[in-house]
C-alpha cells in the first residue's frame, strides 16, 4: 500500500495519489502558517446539491479524451503550413531546424524537425514506453514520474524541469496527460497540461503547462531504420518572465533537447567496447 504522503527525490510529494485511484485517502491536511482558524460550521449540503463523484471507469475515459483532444489539437496547429517563420537552422546538427508561429493572442509555438537515426520503435520506446528514464540521459529533466497508466496508450505524468544554468527559465513542474498512438510506419505523442486536487502546485515550485502538444516520429520512405520527428513545443512557462526571454529559451530548450536525444542514441548503438 502506498504511503499517504509519497516523497520523492525531488523533494515533491504526492500527499494524495491514492485518490486518483478513486480510494479515500487520509493524508492530513499540513498547516503553512502558526495561526489556527476556528473550523466555520459547514452547512449541510442539501442532497440535490450533491454531484456524485465520477467513477474509475468515467474518469479514465475523460483522461484518454483530453489526451485525444490535445493530440487533435496539436496535429491541427501543425497542418496549417502557412505563418511559420524560420528560428533556428542548426546545420552543424544535421539539419535541425524551428520554426515559429504566434498563435492567436500572443503565445509563440516552437516547431522543431530533423531526421534522427533511428527506427520508429525505438524512438517510441525512449520517448514514451520509457518516459520515466529521461531524466537519466537528459540533463534538462530532473525527473519524470507516471502517477497515473490510464490505458496502454493514455498516463498522467508529472514533470519536473531541471533548473540547470543553460535554462534560463528555472525550474519547473508540470502535471500532464500524455496520449500515444502507434502506427504501422509512424508514432504520435500528444499531450496536454491537466489539473489534479490531488497534486495541486506545491509551495516553491512554479507550474508551468505543456500543451496542446505533439511529436510526430515517421519513418522515412527510402530508409525505414530513420525517422522524421516533429515536435511542437506549445509552452507556457507561468511567472513573471519577459516575453523575449521566454522565446529564446524555448527553441534552445528544443535544440539541447535533440541534442541529448542524438547522443542517447549513439550510445544505444555503439557496439559494446570487447575486453
Ligand atoms: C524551458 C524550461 C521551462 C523547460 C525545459 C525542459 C522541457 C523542454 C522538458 C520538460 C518536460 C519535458 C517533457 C516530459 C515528457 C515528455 C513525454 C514524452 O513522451 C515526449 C517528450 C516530453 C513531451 C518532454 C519534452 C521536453 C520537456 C517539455
Known sequence: MLPAVVKLCCGISYPHLRSMTGKQDDAQPVALNHTVKKKKKKKKPKQRDMKPSPTKDQLFSSYVQQGQ????????????????????????????EICSKVMAGTRKVFRLQVVLDA??????????????????WNPSIQQVKILQRVGPETIITHEVSAGTAGNLIGQRDFLSVRHSCRQRSCAYLGGAAIQLESLPPQTGFVRAEDGPTCIIIEALDEDSSRSRFTWLLNMDVKGWLPTSLVNQALPRAQLDFTRHLRRRLETLHRPPVSA
Open 119 to 136: 527506427d520508429v520503435d525505438e524512438l517510441y520506446d525512449i520517448l514514451f514506453v520509457r518516459v520515466e528514464e529521461m531524466h537519466q
Open 69 to 96: 483532444d490535445a493530440m487533435q489539437k496539436a496535429l491541427d496547429m501543425l497542418s496549417k503550413t502557412e505563418g511559420w517563420k524560420t528560428e533556428i537552422t542548426e546545420v552543424i546538427f544535421n539539419g535541425v
